[in-house]
């Protein structure tokens, strides 16, 4: 079975920068999003390693992770975007017949309210480091780091982390409906749950503060990008901006699909819907 998955993962890697045999759908989003914005993949190879394995009978599911990497080419430019998913590879009599991703996008976790802090009058200023909510971003993309909670869906959680390393700081705690926060083993909503994130950003005044602009070339790395795939106006997903491409567009760092200088409008993820609906935050600092 390894020699078929890899064999498998060789052709879909083909796939993704020319006609192959197999016909495959995220191949197909991925091109026509490059040719969308002027860009081109030059090469693109797959690695997997398997982490799971059940078997019943004559069929066997293999789970595995995996790592895309993209040579992409942008009006002269090069740069390599990154791609790590959780698949499953179902074989039938050692033959393999199926293979998906397994989707946590979005996932099941709860929204809840968040209240907004009352105004004391005490200014908790801080000043927004984006080079070293950059480096984090960079360092962690694909990884956990222990110091803090991991989650099936781990997106928001992620990208704050990237917030705090850039120096914004916690408020609300213990108050999980309140604030932005993680400590002591616990966390407020905002923290680690896309949609309570999102309406924290919009209506906070102290502490971490956000500014929301109209279009995506007006954010900055250490910027976020807030997604509500089904445009039902629940928010399922959150990623950080670490760079520009030639265009001038946010390509973004994120968790639970783990990517690294993905572009930002995931028109070629899977959980994309024509009715999709983004909200653009630019981090300020309080002084």
């Not at 962690?140 to 704050?160: A, E, G, K, L």
């Not at 993680?182 to 309570?196: E, F, L, P």
């Not at 001038?248 to 028109?267: F, I, K």
Request: charged share 25%.
């Amino acid at each position: 079975m390894k020699k078929q998955l890899r064999a498998w993962l060789d052709e879909r890697a083909r796939s993704f920068v020319s006609e192959s045999n197999i016909r495959s759908e995220e191949a197909a989003r991925k091109q026509q999003l490059c040719q969308k914005r002027g860009a081109e993949i030059v090469r693109c190879t797959i690695r997997g390693q398997i982490v799971g394995r059940q078997t019943i009978e004559r069929e066997a599911k293999v789970m595995y992770i995996a790592h895309h990497q993209f040579l992409i080419k942008q009006r002269g430019s090069l740069y390599i975007e990154e791609q790590v998913e959780e698949r499953c590879a179902c074989f039938v009599g050692g033959e393999l017949v199926a293979d998906e991703t397994i989707n946590r996008l979005g996932g099941d976790m709860e929204a809840p309210r968040v209240e907004r802090e009352q105004w004391t009058g005490d200014r908790l200023s801080y000043q927004y480091d984006r080079a070293r909510a950059v480096r984090y971003a960079e360092t962690w993309w694909n990884r956990h780091n222990p110091v803090f909670p991991s989650f099936p869906v781990d997106c928001t959680n992620f990208v704050s982390q990237c917030l705090y390393a850039g120096g914004a700081p916690m408020t609300g705690y213990p108050n999980r409906a309140r604030g932005w926060w993680c400590q002591n083993g616990s966390w407020s909503y905002s923290w680690a749950v896309a949609h309570s994130f999102r309406w924290y950003l919009s209506g906070s005044r102290i502490g971490l503060q956000a500014v929301e602009v109209a279009e995506p070339e007006q954010l900055m790395a250490g910027d976020v990008i807030c997604y509500d795939f089904q445009g039902d106006g629940r928010f399922d997903h959150s990623t950080i901006v670490v760079a520009k491409d030639q265009n001038g567009m946010p390509l973004v760092n994120a968790h639970t699909t783990n990517s690294r200088m993905r572009y930002w409008s995931y028109e070629d993820s899977s959980a994309y819907t024509p009715n999709i609906r983004y909200k653009f935050f630019h981090i300020i600092d309080r002084k």
